[in-house]
């Protein structure tokens, strides 16, 4: 069965490193999302590509967080520098379209930040 | 402002007994909802959804109940197992929308006794 591939799936970091997550949607899923779930809370969405655009970015702390999918496939979220309040569960969906077709999540990237 | 509500944090019900997953909505927007299962360190899993011109849907021991007028969906299984035991999200989306990102609730943990 098809997979949302996410690296790595825990990482912790001292306050004002810089992190990185990578996600790898299903094959021609052309929508990607980032969420992030703080403990406690449901997910929520921080950026949405469509192939290489950005569709939503509204929720992304731009100040500190990037997002970018460079040929529409892979892509990577990061986060310089992290804050203790940036603790969470980063997770990356893809789908077919825009609609919620074969929407597929990710296993998550676990972040501790000290 | 929560946009999809689940108030009962909690849920705990005997093994072949019902368990009943309330989720309210508040964006008379919404017309798809979706339930999400998930374990500790793993991402959500897709379990049912329900349209909105729908207001039942049903697959194995999951069915999914909506009612619109009353912006309230619930999610039964019957019958519980000891392996249902897991967060469950509530989440809504705006398909006609371009953006078909999810807006979830903050989850409730169901324990299933055996």
């Known amino acids: 069965e098809a997979e949302v591939a996410q690296s790595p799936r825990y990482k912790i970091t001292e306050k004002s490193q810089a992190v990185a997550f990578w996600c790898d949607p299903i094959?021609?899923?052309?929508?990607l999302y980032w969420y992030r779930q703080i403990l406690g809370q449901g997910p929520e969405l921080l950026v949405q590509?469509?192939?290489?655009?950005?569709?939503?970015d509204s929720q992304l702390p731009k100040d500190r967080f990037s997002a970018e999918r460079l040929k529409g496939v892979d892509s990577t979220l990061k986060i310089q520098p992290a804050e203790l309040g940036d603790s969470a569960m980063y997770l990356c969906?893809?789908?077919f379209g825009t609609g919620t077709y074969g929407y597929t999540f990710g296993s998550g990237t676990r972040l501790t930040v000290v | 402002d929560q946009q999809v509500k689940q108030n009962s944090p909690s849920l705990s019900v005997q093994e072949g007994r019902i368990s009943i997953l309330n989720c309210d909505y508040t964006?008379?927007?919404?017309?798809?909802f979706l339930w999400y299962k998930k374990y500790p360190a793993e991402g959500p899993t897709f379990l049912i959804s329900?349209?909105?011109?729908?207001d039942k849907n049903e697959d194995g021991r999951f069915t999914v109940f909506l009612n619109k007028s009353a912006k309230h969906l619930s999610l039964h299984i019957v019958p519980s197992q000891p392996g249902d035991s897991a967060v469950y999200f509530c989440?809504?989306?705006?398909?006609?929308?371009?953006?078909?990102?999810?807006?979830f609730g903050k989850g409730i943990t169901l324990s299933v006794r055996p």
């Open positions: 969906a893809s789908s």
């Open positions: 094959s021609g899923h052309a929508t």
């Open positions: 590509f469509q192939d290489e655009s950005v569709v939503d």
């Open positions: 964006n008379s927007m919404f017309d798809y």
């Open positions: 329900i349209s909105s011109i729908k």
């Open positions: 989440a809504a989306s705006d398909i006609t929308g371009a953006n078909s990102k999810l807006t």
